[in-house]
């Protein structure tokens, strides 16, 4: 069966604005290349599907999509996303926002999106720098990181995205590099499938003010052996030739090679994604490089009621029980006397 | 003493009392009992920001005015005829407020050493140190005849303690001869199904209340006050809080869009949010949001969807949603947003009245962001202050401020109930797909309002946001295009001069002096104006329901008066606005910020100084 778009049914005419190299190109090409397949799983039209945005170099993307767009004011994204899928549950509402847009200023909107579930699907750009104001640290760049406004090294810990996200009863996480335009397009349209908050990390590289922030773990010659791509019910395996796995041992993860010190397959570890249990996904997603793999596609992805069906479950109960159909019966309600 | 009844015009009583002695309660049905009787009513709850504040102290009086009357009630009332003190504290607190010939009933039980020293009295005897002495003062053991009265109902003593303000009120209820069938019902009603043990104990202690006052002599003076020559039809009581969000759904109705409210608890603006919640059975979404800046974004989101979008606040929440104001603003979505004022700047005194965010609402954000400002004018106005407001926004895609204030919203009084026949349609200017590229910037050349497209109709596919754009919706920072963007917003706001009602002269229409006001203090300077022309003084009042554009014909009403005062609750923020909007007035200026409402007096002095 042939799809109704194609990726260039998702591109506007608008000229690309962002800095030759930057890594929010190839997570703008997943994006549209993911949509016409969304489009199909959904059931809806493209002008169902609308792009909301904060404010930072990656906020520019609802420009670059041929959708109802929306970029709005700094870390505010994800407040208008909610308002907007709240008052509207018919539309698919994809968020782009960055590190400083939505875990600094907008933190706040951040994390209580996540913990009401709404359903929308948040993509954070993380280059762990603020790029459009030219290089300041963010709430994700690592500790001592020198930019402009830390000269002499951050002293403050970085968030981790996914861990606030688990922390704040998220249901969704992904994590994805840039350049892996394959694996985001996945990760993107199993987001949209996801009935409640999907945030989607996407680690990616700013040129000009960060540039190699994560090239330890994505560079070429590194990534096979400092990342792993988790698939629900796969075997966590990773290495050039898929040699490594991860296995439990004393309650922790360890990385091993299959074949090696008497670990033979079935001792490496099956991604459960749905598992409501956040114990594995919360280790999964503080792995770090080089002494474990850094967890890359969906971590997490599990069942829970969403804050669009309660809140339309709530509407129907209150409008079958109600006395009052219209505003003339409200303004007869209660007390009321007459003057003759 | 020979007992007289006394047919009055109108009286005012204050109940005050420990914030935890059931004082606005008391008061509450004390005035729907004289609604529901056919008096006119106005009343002003003024109580404290702590919920329970230290016991006993000055600090943690609550009161409650109403003003009961045949006619002529358009405030709560200046000074009262009756004050019930329930201690000590209310007394010193509220002492100042009864008239020359008011009755002062007391709660005797409490006026124990202990009580007159955490009201801070130094004399042991209360009336003579503040100097009311030769009030008729009642000093009545309500809380040892409330233990009495209710000594075999089965409550425990903290219950029936916590009675004692209805054995108050049907001491009230003697003194005024309002019935009692009211406050039983409402009894009934409240513990009926919950609570059913607690019906009949209150009913008897509002009754023996009512038979105590009867049969104790001291009172000399009975009142009865007949109903109210109002024009014919069905009434109720309301508060502007409820009005508000009752206009806000009349809106929805009227334009067949859903109505959403998102917003954080403030008060005193927060009985919006609790109302509107009520009402999803009339497609109402209300949502909680995590702050105020939530509050106004997901309302905006919830606009750019196609929704009636509101966000509730008083003034340090307008202060927060201000930048999300101007991307209102400049992405043309429309939005209620309904400032409750109260006593700033900071968190002030929250609870109390005041009109000092005028200038936070006209120009409190980045940039050149004008917007539409409406105001209340009454408890009940509210509901059409509201329809207004939320007319404006839709029809001219703009955000739009109501502006109210804690007097207003906290206020009630009664209202002829409307038909909704009688409101006009609200049009949203929904755009419709053609053969061209939808450009959301394209205006209506008269009114310069933009078209409406909402997610979800194909070939309509735009973009909006916080950067500026050209006509066709296109990021732009041509220096001519921002010139002639920012001049298209301004022009749309003036445009809607021309779709509001022109101002409107209280008197005569032209002579010595026109007192002018904006918002909640409408029945004060209303009742001073009236009460200056009864003097035969040449004097009007020009009140104004529309701030942001003015009304069309404000020069021409200036222009045939020799003297404008402007009257206003905080420092001349109106005044200085009329200044640069027509200048070749001159303002003088009558001012109050104490967190109080007018007093009539005090305007009806300002304005013979100027005679």
Known sequence: ?????????FKSNQQVRWCPGCGDHAVLAAIQRAMPQVSENLGIDKEKFVVVSGIGCSSRLPYYMDTFGFHSIHGRATAISTGLKVARPDLSVWQACGDGDALAIGGNHFIHAIRRNVVINIILFNNQIYGLTKGQYSPTSKFGAVTKTSPYGTVENPFTPGMLVLGARGTFFARGIDVDIKTNQEIFETAALHKGASVCEMLTNCVIFNDGAHSAITAKEVRAERTIILRHGEKMLFGAENEKGLVLEGGRIKAVTVGQDGYTIDDVLVHDAHTQDTYMHNMLIDMKAPELPVALGVIRDVEDTTYDENVEQQFQEVKAGAKVHNVDELLHSGSTWEVR | MTHQVIDAKDVVIRFAGDSGDGMQLTGTLFADASALYGNEISTFPDYPAEIRAPQGTVSGVSGFQVHVGREGVNTPGDFCDVLVAMNPAALKANAKWAKPTATIIVDIDSFDADGMEKA????????????????NIICAPISTLTKESLKD??????????????????????????????TYAYLEKKFGKKKPQLVEPNKKVLFDGYNYAANIQAIANTYTIAPADLPKGTYRNINGNQATAWGLIAAAEKSGLQLFCGSYP?????????????????????????????????????????????????????????????????????????????????????????QTDLMQALYGRNGECPVCIVAAHSPSDCFNAAFNAAKLAVEHMMPVILMTEGFLGNGSEPWKIPSMKDYPEIVPPFAVASEEKFKPFERDPRTFVRKWAVPGKAGLEHRVGGLEKNPAGVISSDPENHAYMVEQRARKIAAVADFIPELEVMGEESGELLIVGWGGTYGHLYTAAKELQAEGRSVSLAHFDYINPLPKNTAEVFGRFKKILVCELNSGQFANYLRGCLPQFKYDQYNKVQGQPFIVKEIVDAASKML
């Open chain 2, 120 to 135: 801070g009295f130094t004399t042991d005897n209360p009336f003579t140190e503040l100097k009311v002495e030769d009030r």
């Open chain 2, 266 to 354: 403030i008060t005193p603006a927060t009985g919006i949010l609790e109302e509107l919640a009520l009402h999803k059975n009339l497609n109402v979404k209300t949502m909680q949001a995590e702050d105020e800046i939530a509050g106004i974004c997901t309302a905006i989101g919830a606009a750019y969807g196609g929704a009636l979008a509101v966000t509730t606040t008083s003034g340090p929440g307008l202060s927060l949603k201000s930048e999300a104001m101007g991307l209102a603003v400049i992405t043309e979505l429309p939005l209620v947003i309904v400032d409750v004022q109260r006593s700033g700047p900071s968190t002030g005194i929250p609870t109390k009245t005041e």
């Open chain 2, 153 to 182: 109902s089965g409550l425990d003593p903290k219950s029936i303690l916590r009675s004692k303000n209805m054995f108050t009120l049907g001491m009230c209820f003697f003194m005024f001869n309002r019935p009692l069938e009211y």
């Open chain 1, 1 to 9: 069966m042939t799809m109704k778009y194609t990726a260039k049914d």
